[in-house]
């Protein structure tokens, strides 16, 4: 049988290899250090878990819930101006099962194919995907070292940014842990008023960011709204990652072309799910502050204790992940990789998994306490991989 040739679009896993010598070390009983994965690993709070467990109970709640229910939409209101100080109404919110499956239909929505969309090198892989998904010609624009990781627009061609449809933004950034300030997003939003691009912001990270900075919302900023959306999650915040809870919150034009889409597709998100969801928006978010300084004191001791073995790591701004630039010797970070789970026991991204910037970086999760994170520096010395 002969699939979809949109399946062409897709190289081969990059995981495999490494999925496959993770297994065979686990065999051998080999002490491993699992810093791959960016599944938070702090526990749900007990009222997310019993608003769940209460609606449950209720046999309507297992009917298709067909909307997003006013209780929730209120919720996402209230707590955009509570957290973000930002003014948005119901028109401009839709919900969906994560951003990463958000992203791939927003694509399609909006997108036709051969149309040109911007994405950041290094990336969240699923922004690429989206995008070819859709079929769009995808530019990749620089976020380099020089640059603090950051989008710089006076580097994308006029006759490329004439002709692009959207433009990507993910800060902090997924995953060289960057964050944006005021004229990183005024210099995007003059760029997309002057060459009519959508901006399309990912913002799964603002409740995770360091040194007594505040993360916000993209949607803050004078003329945001106008030119964009951004997706919302309550994954990292709240610990609820296989819930799959995220918003689109933006321009109501894109909100309806992403909720017509996905009503073709989708009967809405599982009833008690959303009553959980209402919970956590409502909850006190102290909690939520004190589990981002216990990120704080993880990217401390990894970057610190790597450094003091002699693998200088930049510290990291935001985000829940720390971008290495990997040891010279080596020809790739999927090489690297390899060898480092092989000799050390230390499992980590290889940054080609990122898109073209990536070679030469690899990406640790925080996804483990910080003696754990010493332990993983004391292991790689040990290993003699440096040198």
């Known amino acids: 049988m002969k699939f979809s040739k949109r399946l062409d679009r897709f190289g081969e896993e990059i995981f495999g290899e490494l999925n496959k010598k993770r297994l065979a070390l686990e065999a051998q009983n080999k002490k491993l250090y699992n810093l791959s994965i960016g599944t938070p690993d702090f526990t749900v709070s007990q009222e997310i878990k019993d608003a769940l467990c209460e609606a449950a109970q209720d046999p309507d709640n297992w009917k298709y819930a067909l909307r997003d229910i006013p209780e929730l939409l209120e919720a996402v209101v209230e707590y955009y101006e509570k957290r973000f100080g930002v003014k948005i109404t119901t028109d401009m919110i839709a919900s969906c099962y994560g951003t990463q499956e958000g992203m791939g239909h927003l694509a399609l929505a ?67 842990g960057s964050i944006g300030n005021d004229k990183v997003y005024q210099d995007l939003i003059a760029f997309a008023r002057k060459h009519d691009i ?25 003329g945001a709204a106008q030119v964009g959306a951004e997706f919302f999650s309550l994954s990292k915040s709240f610990n609820i990652t296989g819930a799959r809870v995220s918003f689109l919150i933006g321009r109501p034009d894109i909100i309806e072309a992403f909720s017509k889409l996905r009503s073709q597709i989708d009967f809405g998100m599982f009833l008690p799910i959303q009553k959980a969801a209402v919970t956590a928006l409502k909850s006190d978010l102290t909690r939520v502050k004190v589990q981002c300084d216990e990120y704080e004191a993880r990217r401390n001791a990894l970057c610190e204790s790597f450094s003091e073995i002699g693998w200088n790591i930049p510290k990291n701004a935001g985000s829940m992940f720390v971008w290495a630039k990997i040891p010279e ?38 996804v483990q306490p910080p003696e754990k994170l010493r332990e993983a520096a004391a292991a790689i010395k040990a290993s003699g991989i440096l040198g």
């Open 198 to 222: 959508l901006l399309i912001h990912d913002n799964a990270y603002s409740d995770i960011i360091y040194d007594g900075v505040v993360g916000g919302s993209f949607l803050a900023y004078e």
């Open 329 to 366: 010797g080596f020809g790739s970070s999927m090489e690297f990789c390899s060898e480092l789970m092989e000799k050390a026991g230390v499992i980590c991204t290889p940054g080609e998994s990122f898109g073209p910037e990536g070679r030469d970086y690899v990406r640790f999760a925080l």
């Open 110 to 176: 909006i997108c036709d194919e051969g149309e040109t969309v911007l994405l950041p090198t290094p990336c969240y892989p699923v922004f690429i995907a989206s995008a070819k998904l859709a079929g769009a010609e995808v530019y990749y624009y620089k976020m380099t070292e020089e640059t603090g990781f950051l989008p710089d627009v006076t580097t994308i061609p006029e006759e490329v940014a004439d002709r692009a449809k959207y433009m990507v933004i993910s800060l902090p950034s997924n995953p060289t």
